[in-house]
Antibody, heavy 120, light 106 residues
Framework: QLQLQESGPGQLKPSETLSLTCSVS??????????WDWIRQPPGKGLECIGT???????LYTPSLHSRVAMSVDTSKNQFSLRLNSVTAADTAVYFC????????????WGQGALVTVSS | DVQMTQSPSSLSASVGDRVTITCRAS??????LHWYQHIPGQAPRLLMS???SLQSGVPARFSGSGSGTDFTLTISSLQPEDLGTYYC?????????FGPGTKVDI
């Protein structure tokens, strides 16, 4: 059974950089059928796709966050990561990592989510 | 971006009731519409992919239909474990977008 687990600091100050890692177990991140995504949910709001990465390193970010986001993948550790710089209170959210089926585009496995709070 | 809407935003139903949730896209998305159940504190769960493909392990009381812009998720006989928030998601065009959710109370 594939499992994903987010990890990283839960508290940040404005202007700092958010860094999260998603550890994948029970399957290979190098599976060519899948992309690996970050999705967030601000308190009381809906789900927002942040970006996606393929195991070879190809990325695609949502336009509204493109200038502040970077994703990376480490196939040797079966992990992928998210960096979001210059955070503000608007970036407070539960951050999920998920596996996305290429071509079709559904998210079939998710992590439980990591709450990141931005506050001075 | 493709905007997704859902109705109702919340509902309360009894065990055994038939429940229908509607999802509408702002433009045609063919059948690239997927449904998730989310219980707070847990990982979201994929229920249905490509409008009507039931995922492995998901009970047959869940069904999906639709195409183009209008889609439905139906629970034929609501069970206590079906509580949570249900989201639709389109994968027709990037960025992929989700509906605002339908909260189901038992």
């Amino acid at each position: 059974q594939l499992q994903l687990q987010e990890s990283g600091p839960g508290q940040l100050k404005p202007s700092e950089t958010l860094s999260l890692t998603c550890s994948v177990s029970g399957g290979s991140i190098s599976n060519s059928n899948y992309n690996w995504d970050w999705i967030r949910q601000p308190p009381g709001k809906g789900l927002e796709c942040i970006g996606t990465i393929y195991y070879l390193g190809t990325t695609l970010y949502t336009p509204s966050l493109h200038s502040r986001v970077a994703m990376s993948v480490d196939t040797s550790k079966n992990q992928f990561s998210l960096r979001l710089n210059s955070v503000t209170a608007a970036d407070t959210a539960v951050y999920f990592c998920a596996r996305r089926r290429r071509q079709v585009g559904y998210f079939d496995y998710w992590g439980q989510g990591a709450l990141v709070t931005v506050s001075s | 971006d493709v905007q997704m809407t859902q109705s109702p935003s919340s509902l309360s139903a009894s065990v055994g009731d038939r429940v229908t949730i509607t999802c509408r896209a702002s433009q045609t998305i063919s059948i690239y519409l997927h449904w998730y159940q989310h219980i707070p504190g847990q990982a979201p769960r994929l229920l249905m992919s490509s409008t009507s493909s039931l995922q492995s392990g998901v009970p047959a009381r869940f069904s999906g239909s639709g195409s183009g812009t209008d889609f439905t998720l139906t629970i034929s006989s609501l069970q206590p474990e079906d509580l949570g928030t249900y989201y639709c998601q389109q994968s027709y065009s990037v960025p992929f977008t989700f509906g605002p959710g339908t909260k189901v109370d038992i």
